[in-house]
């Protein structure tokens, strides 16, 4: 199975991992040993002082963010487990706060036009982000590629910020702020530094995944490469930004091949890019 098709609906437990993850209480299917029967919400292994209808509703969610854009309500009921009126009620509270959207021809369900603006509210207030931001100008200046600042998300890479480098010439299209962490320097990096249940979590995304050497070896790095299979001619260097011991985000270069030879890593990115995230480290450090 690839790594796509693993991160895919609610069989291949990518949803409802992540919240077992979090200790919310969820169960998929596979491992009550009753195919078939969608999503359950297991109320007794729920944190204790937690809301049942919240739990829910974050459940409903990210299985919204699965698969198609659009989901059939009879769908939802078998992905989530809950009865179709439960459902309804819960949908009608997440369409009024438009956190989630009916399409008016299909009725189907998608999710709402709040949440890119609670995602974009939340990227802005990360203290790391305006910690970096004054460091990324001149890092780009400095070494004329692509500069980024990525954050862990569970197994997902982040990008709160990016600024394009010199090989970016004309129009640049790049829709995508959330990728598997698995697939680039920096998520590997903050996946290395994360607690065993994240680390297992990724792994089980893909199929031909790292070893444990190899987290041993990104957590003991000053700077983890990587070339995207997808974009083999555009390798990536990251180093940690740190919030005291913790590593709050990572920082990022990536360019041409022709412009990130081992070479020119060695000799002028990887000294910019160390001092960068040291000098963000430090400021983060007295705010």
């Given amino acids: 199975m690839s790594s796509v098709a693993a991160r895919r609906g609610c069989h291949t437990g990518t949803a409802i991992r992540s919240f077992r993850n979090a200790e919310h209480g969820l169960r998929c299917p596979s491992d009550r040993g009753t195919p078939g029967r969608g999503w359950r919400v ?13 739990r829910n509703a974050a ?11 659009h989901h059939a309500l009879t769908d939802l009921a078998e992905r989530s487990g809950m009865p179709l009126p439960t459902l309804h009620r819960l949908l ?27 995602a974009e509210r939340y990227i802005e207030r990360l203290p790391v982000t305006s910690a970096a931001t004054p460091y990324l100008v001149d890092l780009r200046a400095t070494t004329g ?6 954050t862990l998300a569970g197994t997902d890479a982040v990008f709160a910020d990016r600024l394009d480098g010199e090989d970016v010439g004309g129009v640049h299209r790049d829709a995508s702020r959330v990728r598997p962490a698995l ?31 190899d987290r ?18 555009r390798p990536e260097i990251a180093t940690a930004i740190r919030a005291g011991s913790r590593v709050a985000a990572a920082l990022g270069l990536s360019g041409p091949a022709s412009q990130l030879t081992d070479e020119a890593i060695d000799q002028l990115h990887a000294p910019h890019l160390l001092r960068a995230a040291a000098s963000i ?3 983060l450090g007295r705010a």
């Fill in 183 to 213: 697939e680039t320097a920096a998520g590997r990096l903050l996946l290395a530094h994360a607690d065993d249940t994240v680390w297992k979590d990724a792994l089980a995304t893909t199929t031909d995944g790292p070893g444990a050497d």
């Fill in 42 to 54: 297991g109320e007794s292994e729920a944190p204790r002082g937690t809301l049942g209808t919240v």
């Fill in 145 to 150: 590629a692509t500069v980024t600042l990525v």
């Fill in 216 to 233: 041993e070896g990104w957590r003991a790095a000053e700077i983890v490469r990587h070339t995207p299979a997808a974009a083999a001619s």
């Fill in 59 to 69: 459940l409903l969610l990210t299985l919204l963010s699965e698969g198609p854009s």
């Fill in 92 to 118: 009608r509270s997440l369409l009024a706060a438009k956190l989630v959207e009916q399409d008016p021809e299909s009725s189907r369900y998608g999710l709402g036009p709040q949440l890119p603006r609670l």
């Fill in 281 to 283: 480290s430090r400021t």
